[in-house]
């Protein structure tokens, strides 16, 4: 069985973007609320590991880069919504930052990875190259039939 790349690629995207979560997040939580600090943490995070996952992890080339920002953002409000409760469930029962952190983490992380590559900067299939070839060759007969 041969693993897909970009599974590799995001891991260490993800690994490098929890680097940068994790530091705004308990610096943060020493000053404000966890899940305020949590919500800014995963905000900062995104917008780099936003970048680092259309152009290395998924090499998406859409030209229609605002369908993929909002499509992004859907996935990450999701993914904000079940990290933040998770992590705030965790932390109510252990006290402890750094493993409410860690299984937040970890669930947040397999539906984010699910959703960009299936969802967000999901390549066209050659299905749907040929669809649109077929789709331009029948609109072009059509222009000189007129």
Same mark, same amino acid.
């Given at each position: 069985? &041969?693993?897909?790349?970009? @599974? +590799?690629?995001?891991?260490?995207?993800?690994?490098?973007?929890?680097?940068? #979560?994790? $530091?705004?997040?308990? @610096?943060?939580?020493?000053? $404000? #609320? =966890?899940?305020?600090?949590?919500?800014?943490?995963?905000?900062?995070?995104? =917008?780099?590991?936003? +970048?680092?996952?259309?152009? *290395?992890?998924?090499?998406? #080339?859409?030209?229609?880069?605002?369908?993929?920002?909002?499509?992004?953002?859907?996935?990450?409000?999701?993914?904000?919504? =079940?990290?933040?409760?998770?992590?705030? +469930?965790?932390?109510?029962?252990?006290?402890? &930052?750094?493993?409410?952190? @860690?299984?937040?983490?970890?669930?947040?992380?397999? =539906?984010?990875?699910?959703?960009?590559?299936? *969802?967000?900067?999901?390549?066209?299939?050659?299905?749907?190259?040929?669809?649109?070839?077929?789709?331009?060759? +029948?609109?072009?007969?059509? &222009?000189? #039939?007129?």
């Amino acid at each position: 069985m &041969k693993l897909d790349k970009s @599974i +590799f690629r995001f891991l260490i995207i993800g690994g490098s973007s929890t680097i940068i #979560d994790f $530091i705004i997040y308990y @610096i943060l939580s020493c000053c $404000i #609320d =966890i899940s305020i600090s949590k919500c800014i943490s995963m905000l900062c995070a995104s =917008i780099y590991s936003y +970048f680092l996952n259309k152009y *290395w992890t998924f090499v998406n #080339d859409d030209k229609r880069p605002l369908l993929t920002i909002i499509k992004y953002y859907i996935t990450f409000a999701v993914n904000m919504v =079940i990290n933040i409760s998770v992590n705030s +469930f965790i932390f109510y029962h252990t006290q402890s &930052k750094i493993i409410a952190f @860690i299984i937040a983490t970890g669930i947040a992380m397999i =539906i984010n990875y699910l959703l960009q590559k299936d *969802w967000v900067f999901k390549k066209n299939n050659e299905k749907n190259r040929m669809l649109r070839k077929l789709q331009s060759a +029948f609109s072009s007969g059509k &222009k000189s #039939d007129g």
